[in-house]
């Protein structure tokens, strides 16, 4: 059976409670001094079955002290039933409440005139007149206005029929969103353990469920799952629900805190907005000022910095700005809001969330960052997929940041990928690519792109005989912000692009080659030379390079050709300076397998074994056996060595 969500609204006393009461046959206020007082206090909640429809009633409280609860219940229902008593009229609260469904996006609901049995006609027409003028323009006009008396029950069943209408236009929720839970109480039920209830605005939950609570991360499970009162196996989005969950203490869990699966959604402490300050707000909205946000079930304390030149928005007019909260809450992308100035807490604005994960703007940014937030609030998916990724920089964005910005499922995170990966003609959103699971705009993707190249040609330029530049270089100057799939990506792309050849450490360009004068050839042979006659009793560099007749004064130079050497094979590195010819090792990997053979089936060796066999001096020995240990040889067995095949 579909159901449907409605909110009460309307000012302390006009019969909310008692309207809801006479519907469903429960008593929303729940609490005893509630009772007591005769007024609403919190949030109450009953059900209605219509037959072929099911309304679940979130009751708010009028009293204008208990407006932060009201803004705890009021997201996230599909209708509101505006309540004007017939012998007051609209009220202070009446309008509060009216402008908070109209700032949350409410598009649906209608007008109920109560207490109809304590005013005459005349009356009754005139506050019918003075509800339409107050919803004339917004989403209530022409919206039904039903008059009724829960003293006479004269016009509940008009209502019941209106309920049955708007249910049956009341669209689906919306598959595209990863389950969550936004909590607007949590007790505990003896013999059940703790229980948190909401309004699951997207999503499943079903026993069994491995979920967790945020901002904390507490890890829970759905222990059961309760729907108007009834177990179920498993909530869908719109409904009212409760969860039994295991794994947690009661004063864990308080309202505000948001519900959802494993990892998908992050809390966060600054986000930029679209800001609609109320024109009937006192003051404009300063840079600054200390504002209380209700976003979902939470009320969060923030201070606003404008995104605009004179720093303010004022009453009756839009602009952009960006919230820090004081302690994290979850928001997404699209998520709307309430904002009530801090003393005295009075309903001065509404929001958009546009960027849930926002940085600190600078100030000469700011036609780039109005760009980016117009871009988010008015893109189709794919484009403010886009904008995202644009703006995460080098560093490029995973589906799961995309998810926790703006709680699409895999299925769409993935579909709005691959079509912001199509080349737009339209100029103004970023185009993307995929760089190995990492989105990152082609703009930066080409300017890394061009700043590798450069780099690497510029080393050539200075280094002419190093055989490339080395690859750590080249992320710690370039990429450290970048994601390392960026990194790799665009060395792939170079490489199949033949500007760059990647070799093991190294990166350098295709045509370069080591060019070398017939001077430095010379010198070359002769550093080679004096090596491979020296063989076992290998030199210091010192000597090698003395031995080959190079001035003290080219020393630099000569070491960059023994780099060469080294790069090409000529000469091993055993341990630190100390260099021996290719031959004079393979010499002696030579000896060592015969002496293996002659040593079957243990083939091991020991050091003063290994001494006598090379010819050389304990100084070399040791070096030398771990350059073979390294080298897969030899392998250590205690103080020996077996020679592997
Ligand atoms: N005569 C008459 N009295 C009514 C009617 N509906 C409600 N009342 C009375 O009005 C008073 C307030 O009713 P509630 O239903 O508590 O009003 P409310 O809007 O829920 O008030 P808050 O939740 O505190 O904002 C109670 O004493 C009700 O008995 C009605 O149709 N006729
Ligand atoms: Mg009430």
């Known amino acids: 059976m579909p159901s449907i969500i409605i909110g009460t609204a309307g000012h302390i006393d006009h019969g909310k409670s008692s309207l809801v009461q006479a519907l469903t046959g429960k008593d929303p206020d729940r609490l005893p001094e509630e009772k007591r007082r005769g007024i609403t206090i919190d949030l109450g909640f009953a059900d209605l079955d219509l037959g072929d429809v099911r309304v679940g009633f979130v009751d708010v409280p009028g009293h204008e002290r208990f407006v932060k609860n009201m803004l705890a219940g009021v997201h996230g229902i599909d209708a509101i039933a505006l309540v004007i008593a017939a012998d007051e009229g609209v009220m202070p609260q009446t309008r509060e409440h009216f402008e908070i469904c109209r700032l949350l996006n409410v598009q649906r609901g209608l007008v109920i005139l109560t207490k109809t049995d304590l005013v005459e006609e005349e009356l009754l027409s005139l506050v019918r007149a003075e509800a339409e003028e ?27 029929a209106e309920l049955r209408q708007i249910a049956k236009v009341i669209p689906e929720r919306s598959p595209d969103f990863v389950t969550r839970l936004p909590i607007d109480r949590a007790f505990t039920m003896k013999g059940f353990g703790v229980v948190v209830t909401g309004t699951l605005v997207a999503g499943e939950i079903a026993a069994g469920d491995e979920l967790e609570l945020l901002p904390s991360g507490r890890r829970v499970r759905a222990r059961g799952v309760q729907v108007h009162g009834a177990l179920v196996s498993r909530a869908r989005s719109g409904q ?34 679209e800001l609609n300050v109320l024109p009937t707000a006192p003051r404009a909205i300063r840079t600054r000022a200390r504002l209380r946000v209700h976003l979902g079930s939470a009320e969060v304390l923030a201070r606003i910095r404008v995104l605009n030149n004179r720093g303010e928005v004022s009453p009756g007019e839009s602009g952009f700005a960006q919230l820090r909260f004081e302690s994290p809450v979850v928001a997404l992308h699209d998520e709307r809001f309430i904002v009530r100035s801090y003393s005295p807490a ?27 937030l117009r871009s988010l609030r008015d893109a189709e998916r794919p484009g403010k997929l886009a904008t995202f990724v644009a703006a995460a920089g080098d560093r490029g964005l ?36 995929d760089a190995d699971g990492v989105l990152v705009s082609t703009e930066n993707f080409e300017r890394l792109s061009r700043i590798t190249t450069d780099e690497v040609n510029r080393y050539h330029e200075r280094e ?15 990429f450290t912000h970048a994601a390392p799939e960026v990194f790799r990506a665009v060395i792939a792309r170079l490489e199949k692009d033949g500007n760059l050849v990647a070799e093991k450490d190294i990166v350098r360009a295709r045509q370069h080659g080591q060019e070398l004068s017939a001077a430095d050839e010379q010198l070359r042979d002769k550093i080679a030379q004096a090596y491979k006659q020296s063989a076992l009793a290998a030199p210091t560099l010192d000597q090698a390079l003395v031995e080959a007749g190079i001035q003290a004064s080219r020393r630099t130079h000569a070491r960059k050709i023994l780099q060469l050497l080294l790069d090409d094979g000529t000469l091993v590195r055993v341990q630190g300076e100390m260099f021996f010819h290719a031959h004079s090792i393979e010499h002696l990997k030579g000896l060592l397998r015969e002496f293996a053979t002659a040593h079957e089936p243990d083939r091991l060796i020991d050091v003063p074994g290994f001494k006598d066999l090379a010819g050389v001096s304990r100084k070399y020995a040791i070096p030398l056996l771990e350059y073979f240990d390294r080298e897969r040889v030899t392998v250590r067995a205690g103080d020996k060595r077996i020679i592997l095949k």
């Open 240 to 273: 009212r629900t409760a969860v039994n969950l295991a794994g947690v203490e009661v004063g864990e869990i308080e309202r505000g805190m948001t519900l959802a699966p494993i990892g998908r959604l992050l809390p966060t402490q600054i986000i930029d907005v």
């Open 398 to 433: 995973r589906a799961s940041d995309i998810g926790a910005r703006t709680g699409w499922t895999d299925e769409i995170i993935l579909q709005a990928a691959k079509q912001a990966q199509q080349p737009t003609n339209t100029g103004a959103t970023p185009t993307i690519m």
């Open 134 to 160: 107050l919803v004339a323009g917004s989403f209530l006009e022409g919206a039904p206005v039903v008059p009724l008396s829960v003293r006479s029950r004269i016009g509940l069943d008009e209502l019941r």
């Open 464 to 478: 002419p005989l190093a055989r490339g530049l080395a690859r750590e270089t080249l992320r710690e100057r370039h």
């Open 346 to 372: 009075e309903t001065i604005a509404g929001g958009l969330v546009l960027d849930p994960q926002a940085t600190k703007h600078r100030g000469r940014e700011m036609a780039r960052t109005h760009e980016r």
